[in-house]
C-alpha cells in the first residue's frame, strides 16, 4: 500500500509493507501548489514509479480531504482506526484504487472542533496504549483523548497562528532564525508570566511594551512571547482534559520539546514521540479498509 501525508504546503509519500516503511519521498507539492484542481495528476506524478512497481492502493490523509481538494465528509468521535476505514472515501483514479481520510469532529466544551491529525495520533497509539492524553503541536495544536484505543474526544488551540500574528504586530521585523523558542531563558521567562494573574491579552500587552522599551532583543521577543502563548494553552487544555498526567507530544522536535517543558513547568509529565506515527496510522487504516 502507499499511504500519503498531503498537506497545504508538503507532500510525504510512504511505500508500506504492513506497518514497515519500504520507500519514502517528500516534495512541495502541497494542496495550495497544484492548479486547477489537478490532483490526480500531481497524485500521478509523485508516485507514478510505485503505481508501475504494481502498488494498487492508496490512501490519501491531511488537506487533501478539505474542501479544497478532494473533499471527505467529517467522522464524530469517538473513532479508532476501524471506524475510520469504514468512513473513508473513494477517488476516481485511473492508474489505482484510491481513498481519502476524513476528518473527525467532536464538540469540546459546546465548541464544535474539527481535525485531520488523526490519523498521526492513532500511529502513536503502540506507544501510548489504549488510554492516554497525546498533544499534536502546530499551527493548529490538538489535545486529543484516547480511550479503548479509539480517539475519544479532542480540543484544538491556535497557538501558532496566533503567535506568528502577534508577533508581526508586537515584534515587527523580529523573526528568530532559528526557531521561536531558540531563546531558552526568554521562553522559560514566558513561560513564568504565563502562570501569573492578569491573562493571556493583560501578559500580550507586555510583549509590545517590553519591545518599545528595547529590553527585548530579536530571539529573546519571540522566544518570551512564545512561552506565554505556549504556557497559557497547555494549562488551559491540562485543565479541559485533566484525568491523565501523562501527556505524549507527537510531532518534529523543535514543536514537543517547548511544548514538554511548558507541560512540565504546569506540573504534568511528558514523553515525546517523533519518528514515522503518521505513516503508521496509514497503515493502521489502511489494514482496516475494504479494498476492491
Request: with cysteine.
Amino acid at each position: 500500500m502507499i499511504g500519503v501525508d498531503w498537506g497545504n504546503t508538503g507532500f510525504n509519500a510512504f511505500r508500506l509493507s504492513g506497518d514497515a516503511i519500504r520507500e519514502r519521498r517528500a516534495s512541495s507539492r502541497g494542496i495550495q501548489s497544484v492548479q486547477d484542481g489537478r490532483f490526480g495528476d500531481t497524485l500521478r506524478e509523485e508516485i507514478g514509479p510505485w503505481l508501475a512497481g504494481g502498488e494498487r492502493h492508496v490512501l490519501l490523509s491531511g488537506a487533501i480531504g478539505t474542501r479544497g481538494g478532494w473533499m471527505a465528509p467529517d467522522l464524530p468521535c469517538p473513532a479508532g482506526p476501524t471506524e475510520i476505514a469504514a468512513g473513508l472515501v473513494d477517488v476516481a483514479f485511473d492508474w489505482a484504487e484510491v481513498k481519502v481520510v476524513p476528518a473527525l469532529s467532536c464538540a469540546a466544551s459546546g465548541a464544535a472542533e474539527v481535525t485531520r491529525a488523526a490519523t498521526l495520533i492513532l500511529g502513536a497509539l503502540a506507544q501510548i496504549g489504549g488510554h492516554g492524553l497525546a498533544c499534536v503541536p502546530g499551527a493548529h495544536a490538538i489535545w486529543a483523548r484516547i480511550e479503548a484505543g479509539r480517539i475519544a474526544g479532542f480540543a484544538t488551540h491556535l497557538t501558532g497562528e496566533a503567535f506568528a500574528a502577534w508577533r508581526a504586530i508586537a515584534l515587527p521585523g523580529r523573526a528568530p532564525r532559528d526557531g521561536p523558542a531558540s531563546d531558552r531563558d526568554a521562553f522559560d521567562a514566558g513561560l513564568d508570566r504565563s502562570a501569573r494573574p492578569g491573562g493571556l491579552l493583560h501578559h500580550l500587552s507586555a510583549v509590545r511594551a517590553l519591545a518599545l522599551s528595547g529590553q527585548l532583543a530579536d530571539a529573546a521577543g519571540a522566544s518570551f512571547l512564545w512561552g506565554i502563548m505556549v504556557g497559557h494553552e497547555v494549562r488551559a487544555a491540562l485543565a479541559e482534559m485533566a484525568g491523565s498526567p501523562m501527556v505524549y507530544v507527537i510531532g518534529a522536535p523543535e514543536l514537543t520539546a517547548p511544548y514538554a517543558r511548558a507541560i512540565e513547568a504546569a506540573g504534568g509529565m511528558a514523553e515525546r514521540l517523533n519518528g514515522d506515527a503518521v505513516a503508521r496510522g496509514l497503515a493502521l487504516i489502511g489494514a482496516a479498509a475494504r479494498w476492491g
